[in-house]
C-alpha cells in the first residue's frame, strides 16, 4: 500500500478523485461487488459511516442497531450530531441482530409523530464482540428491513477479517447477500488512512458526490486513497492480510485455552479473542500491559479482557502475550 501511494505520487493528476487510481477503484468495485454497484472513497471509517447513514436516513428518522454497535459506543455522538438520526439500541447475546431483535424496536404507527421511525438497520461485520455475520444471515436481516421498508448498512471496518474467517467474498458478506450499502474498512487491515462507502443500487447513491463534500470527507488528493483500496483490492491482498490477523487470533486463542486460570471467553471467529480470567489476575495483567492497557470489563469476581489481532500482529507477540497472561495466573515458573 505503501508503494502504491508512492506510485500515485508520479506526475500530475486530478484532485477531488478526477484521477486514475479512484477511477480504477471504480473498475474494482464493480468487479468485486457487482456492475451496478458505485464506491466513494472517504477519509475515515466514523465520517464514512456517518455519510452512509446520510445517505439513507433523514436527520428525523432512525437507525436500528446493536447496543455493542460501532456507532453506538465508540463513534461519540457523530451519527446523532452530523446526521440527526436517532440510535435505537438492542441487547444481544453475541454483538449480533436477528429480525426477531431488531422488530423489536419498530416503531408503533399509532404513536407518531412522537416518536423517531427507523429507517435503516445497521450491523457490524465482524462485531465489536469479535462475532461474524454469515451470508444468511445477512440475508436474513437485508430481507426483514426491506420488508418493513427500511434498507440495511453494514459497517465493515473489519469484513476483510470476516470474509476471511467464513471463507467468502467481500460482496458475499455484504451487498451480495442484499445489504445496501456497505462501509468498506481499510485502514483495520493495514491501510495508513482511508476507507470507502459502497451502494449496490445506484439510486441510493444519487447525489453522495455533494453528501460526501458535505460530511467532510471529500479529499483534494483523493487518489492517495484509492490507490491504497486498489491495492488491497485487485490481487487479494486484503484476505492476505485478514488471514494473517484472524491466524494470530486462533494462535492467540489456542494459547488462552492451554493456559491454567485463563478461559476462552468464545470461539475465534475473526481477529478479535476474548480472554476471561478471575478478576484480581485480570487486572495484573492489564497493568502490565502498560501503556498499551487492553479493554477490562468487570463482571464480580470476573475479569473479561478484549485483545485484537492486528495486521502486523507477529507470533512472538502472541508469545510475549501469553507469557504475561501465565504470569497474572500466577504460574509462570
Known amino acids: ?8 505520487n508520479d506526475g500530475h493528476a486530478g484532485s477531488y478523485g478526477a484521477d486514475p487510481e479512484t477511477e480504477r477503484f471504480g473498475e474494482l468495485v464493480r468487479e468485486e461487488f457487482g456492475q451496478e454497484a458505485t464506491g466513494f472513497p472517504m477519509l475515515n471509517g466514523t465520517g464514512a459511516n456517518v455519510a452512509a447513514i446520510r445517505a439513507i436516513a ?4 432512525a437507525v436500528i442497531c446493536a447496543s455493542t454497535a460501532h456507532i453506538s459506543i465508540d463513534e461519540t455522538a457523530a451519527p446523532e450530531a452530523i446526521a440527526g438520526v436517532k440510535l ?10 436477528t429480525p426477531e431483535l431488531a422488530a423489536t424496536r419498530l416503531a408503533d404507527p399509532a404513536d407518531l409523530p412522537h416518536v423517531a421511525w427507523p429507517a435503516l438497520i445497521s450491523v457490524a461485520q465482524a462485531t465489536e464482540v469479535g462475532t461474524v455475520y454469515s451470508p444468511d444471515e445477512i440475508r436474513a436481516l437485508a430481507d426483514f428491513a426491506h420488508d418493513n421498508e427500511m434498507l440495511l448498512h453494514v459497517d465493515g471496518a473489519r469484513i476483510a477479517n470476516a470474509a476471511a474467517g467464513l471463507g467468502v467474498s467481500l460482496n458475499e458478506a455484504s451487498l451480495g447477500s442484499g445489504a445496501d450499502v456497505l462501509t468498506l474498512g481499510a485502514n483495520k487491515n493495514g491501510a ?5 462507502v459502497v451502494f449496490a ?6 447525489g453522495f458526490e455533494v453528501l460526501r463534500k458535505g460530511s467532510l470527507q471529500l479529499a483534494s488528493k483523493m487518489r492517495f486513497v484509492s490507490a491504497q483500496l486498489n491495492a488491497q483490492l485487485a490481487d487479494g491482498l486484503w484476505r492476505e492480510i485478514a488471514d494473517h490477523s484472524n491466524s494470530m487470533a486462533r494462535l492467540l486463542g489456542n494459547g488462552i485455552e492451554w493456559t491454567e486460570g485463563a478461559e476462552l471467553g468464545q470461539p475465534v471467529q475473526a481477529n478479535i479473542v476474548f480472554l476471561s ?9 492489564v497493568e502490565s500491559c502498560a501503556p498499551h492497557r487492553p479493554l477490562l470489563f468487570e463482571a464480580g469476581e470476573a ?20 507469557g504475561l497472561i501465565r504470569e497474572a495466573a500466577g504460574h509462570n515458573h
Do not use: N, Y
Open 1 to 8: 500500500m505503501l508503494e502504491a501511494i508512492a506510485g500515485a
Open 58 to 61: 433523514r436527520p428525523h428518522q
Open 88 to 97: 435505537l439500541t438492542v441487547d444481544t447475546p453475541d454483538g449480533r441482530l
Open 192 to 196: 495508513v488512512f482511508g476507507e470507502a
Open 201 to 206: 443500487d445506484p439510486v441510493h447513491a444519487k
Open 277 to 285: 480470567m478471575k478478576i484480581e489476575p485480570a487486572r495484573r495483567l
Open 303 to 322: 475479569g473479561i479482557i478484549r485483545l485484537v489481532c492486528s495486521w502486523d500482529t507477529q507470533p512472538e507477540d502472541v508469545d510475549t502475550l501469553l
